[in-house]
C-alpha cells in the first residue's frame, strides 16, 4: 500500500539527498551514501524494467525513456523554429538554453535506462557530467532573462561568448565538485554532499527564480501586451509540478500505477511542457523584422519628386549612387 511506503522513506534534511534519492533514481543517488546507512539510498517504488535478450540485459525506466525521445524531438522541433527567425532579439542566446536541454535530455537517457551501467567505471564521471550540465541549463536560461534588458547588444561576440564562457565555468565547478564528492577526496564526501546538494538544488532554484523575476519586470515595464505573462506562469507552474510530483508524490504514484511508471515518467512530462512553454513565452516577447526574415534581402524604396514626371526616379538602395532609403523595421 502507498501508506506504508512513504513512511519507509527517509525524512526530508537540508543538505541530504537522502529524501529525493528515495522518491526518483537520480543518476548521482547511486553514487551517494546515506548518513544513516552508509550505503546508496534506492527508490521506495521503482518503476518496471524491460528484460532484453533474455535476462542479459535490463532497461530501466521504459517509460520515462520514452517520454525522453518525445522530449528530445520536440525540442529539436523549438531549435528548427527558433533558427528561422532570422532577427529575433536574443535568438542566439536562447537556442543555446535548448542545445544544453537537449545534450543533458540524451546523458539522463544514457544514465537512467541503464545503458551505462552503473557498475561501469566511466558512470560516475557521466554522472558528474550530468550534473553540471543540469546547473549549467538554468545557469543558461538565467542568462537569457538578462539578455532582453539589452545591457549589450544580443548576438554580438560579447553577450555570446559571456554567455559560453559563463556557462562553461557553471559546468566545470559543477562537475568538479561532483566528481570530487562521488570520489571522496579533497575534503568532500558521499556521506555529506553539501556542497553539491548547494550547488544542485539550491542555484537552480535560485537562478529560476531570477529568471522569473526578470521576465516579470522586462514585461511590466517594456510591453503593452501582458499575455506572455501567462506563458511565463504557466511555465512555472508545470515545473514545479513536475518536482511535487516526482519528488513528493513519486513512490505514492508508482504504487498506485502498479510500477508501470513512476515519479520520474510524470516529472518528464511537466518539465517538458515548462520548457515548451520557455519557447513560448519568447516567441510572444519577440518581434522579427519579417523585412528580413522572409528574404534577406532589403527592400526598394522608391523617392518621387511629385514636380518631375512619374518616370523620374530619385531614390536607390543605401550605400548606391542616388541616396536611397533603407526600410529598417527595429
Same mark, same amino acid.
Not at 548518513?35 to 520515462?64: H, K, M
Not at 514545479?240 to 512530462?269: N, P
Not at 534577406?296 to 531614390?315: H, M, S, T
Given at each position: 500500500?502507498?501508506?506504508?511506503?512513504?513512511?519507509?522513506?527517509?525524512?526530508?534534511?537540508?543538505?541530504?539527498?537522502?529524501?529525493?534519492?528515495?522518491?526518483?533514481?537520480?543518476?548521482?543517488?547511486?553514487?551517494?551514501?546515506?548518513?544513516?546507512?552508509?550505503?546508496?539510498?534506492?527508490?521506495?517504488?521503482?518503476?518496471?524494467?524491460?528484460?532484453?535478450?533474455?535476462?542479459?540485459?535490463?532497461?530501466?525506466?521504459?517509460?520515462?525513456? +520514452?517520454?525522453? %525521445?518525445?522530449? /528530445?524531438?520536440? =525540442?529539436?522541433? $523549438?531549435?528548427? !523554429? #527558433?533558427?528561422?527567425?532570422?532577427?529575433?532579439?536574443?535568438?542566439?542566446?536562447?537556442?543555446?538554453?535548448?542545445?544544453?536541454?537537449?545534450?543533458?535530455?540524451?546523458?539522463?537517457?544514457?544514465?537512467?535506462?541503464?545503458?551505462?551501467?552503473?557498475?561501469?567505471?566511466?558512470?560516475?564521471?557521466?554522472?558528474?557530467?550530468?550534473?553540471?550540465?543540469?546547473?549549467?541549463?538554468?545557469?543558461?536560461?538565467?542568462?537569457?532573462?538578462?539578455?532582453?534588458?539589452?545591457?549589450?547588444?544580443?548576438?554580438?561576440?560579447?553577450?555570446?561568448?559571456?554567455?559560453?564562457?559563463?556557462?562553461?565555468?557553471?559546468?566545470?565547478?559543477?562537475?568538479?565538485?561532483?566528481?570530487?564528492? +562521488?570520489?571522496? %577526496?579533497?575534503? /568532500?564526501?558521499? =556521506?555529506?554532499? $553539501?556542497?553539491? !546538494? #548547494?550547488?544542485?538544488?539550491?542555484?537552480?532554484?535560485?537562478?529560476?527564480?531570477?529568471?522569473?523575476?526578470?521576465?516579470?519586470?522586462?514585461?511590466?515595464?517594456?510591453?503593452?501586451?501582458?499575455?506572455?505573462?501567462?506563458?511565463?506562469?504557466?511555465?512555472?507552474?508545470?515545473?514545479?509540478?513536475?518536482?511535487?510530483?516526482?519528488?513528493?508524490?513519486?513512490?505514492?504514484?508508482?504504487?498506485?500505477?502498479?510500477?508501470?511508471?513512476?515519479?520520474?515518467?510524470?516529472?518528464?512530462?511537466?518539465?517538458?511542457?515548462?520548457?515548451?512553454?520557455?519557447?513560448?513565452?519568447?516567441?510572444?516577447?519577440?518581434?522579427?523584422?519579417?523585412?528580413?526574415?522572409?528574404?534577406?534581402?532589403?527592400?526598394?524604396?522608391?523617392?518621387?519628386?511629385?514636380?518631375?514626371?512619374?518616370?523620374?526616379?530619385?531614390?536607390?538602395?543605401?550605400?548606391?549612387?542616388?541616396?536611397?532609403?533603407?526600410?529598417?523595421?527595429?
Amino acid at each position: 500500500m502507498p501508506a506504508p511506503i512513504l513512511a519507509n522513506a527517509p525524512s526530508f534534511a537540508f543538505g541530504s539527498f537522502d529524501f529525493l534519492c528515495s522518491q526518483s533514481p537520480l543518476p548521482l543517488c547511486s553514487l551517494l551514501q546515506s548518513t544513516a546507512t552508509l550505503a546508496p539510498v534506492e527508490p521506495t517504488c521503482y518503476a518496471r524494467n524491460i528484460d532484453i535478450n533474455s535476462g542479459s540485459y535490463l532497461l530501466f525506466e521504459p517509460a520515462t525513456l +520514452f517520454v525522453q %525521445i518525445i522530449a /528530445l524531438l520536440m =525540442t529539436l522541433v $523549438m531549435i528548427f !523554429y #527558433i533558427r528561422s527567425k532570422y532577427t529575433a532579439v536574443g535568438r542566439k542566446e536562447i537556442v543555446m538554453f535548448f542545445y544544453m536541454y537537449a545534450v543533458t535530455i540524451i546523458l539522463d537517457f544514457l544514465l537512467v535506462g541503464g545503458i551505462i551501467p552503473p557498475a561501469s567505471v566511466v558512470f560516475k564521471y557521466f554522472a558528474a557530467l550530468h550534473a553540471g550540465l543540469f546547473v549549467s541549463t538554468f545557469w543558461c536560461l538565467m542568462y537569457n532573462g538578462i539578455v532582453g534588458f539589452q545591457w549589450t547588444e544580443d548576438g554580438t561576440s560579447k553577450s555570446l561568448w559571456t554567455l559560453r564562457l559563463s556557462t562553461l565555468a557553471v559546468l566545470l565547478i559543477t562537475f568538479t565538485v561532483s566528481i570530487l564528492t +562521488f570520489l571522496n %577526496i579533497a575534503g /568532500l564526501s558521499s =556521506t555529506s554532499p $553539501m556542497g553539491l !546538494y #548547494i550547488l544542485y538544488i539550491i542555484f537552480p532554484a535560485l537562478f529560476l527564480i531570477v529568471y522569473v523575476i526578470l521576465q516579470i519586470v522586462l514585461v511590466v515595464t517594456t510591453l503593452d501586451d501582458r499575455w506572455p505573462l501567462g506563458d511565463l506562469l504557466f511555465g512555472l507552474f508545470f515545473f514545479l509540478l513536475g518536482l511535487v510530483t516526482e519528488f513528493v508524490l513519486g513512490s505514492y504514484l508508482c504504487e498506485v500505477a502498479t510500477h508501470y511508471v513512476d515519479g520520474m515518467f510524470f516529472g518528464t512530462i511537466f518539465t517538458l511542457l515548462g520548457v515548451m512553454l520557455v519557447y513560448k513565452f519568447w516567441d510572444s516577447i519577440t518581434k522579427e523584422d519579417l523585412e528580413f526574415a522572409v528574404s534577406g534581402k532589403a527592400n526598394v524604396w522608391e523617392q518621387r519628386n511629385p514636380l518631375l514626371g512619374d518616370d523620374e526616379v530619385v531614390g536607390s538602395l543605401v550605400g548606391g549612387n542616388g541616396g536611397g532609403m533603407h526600410n529598417e523595421n527595429w
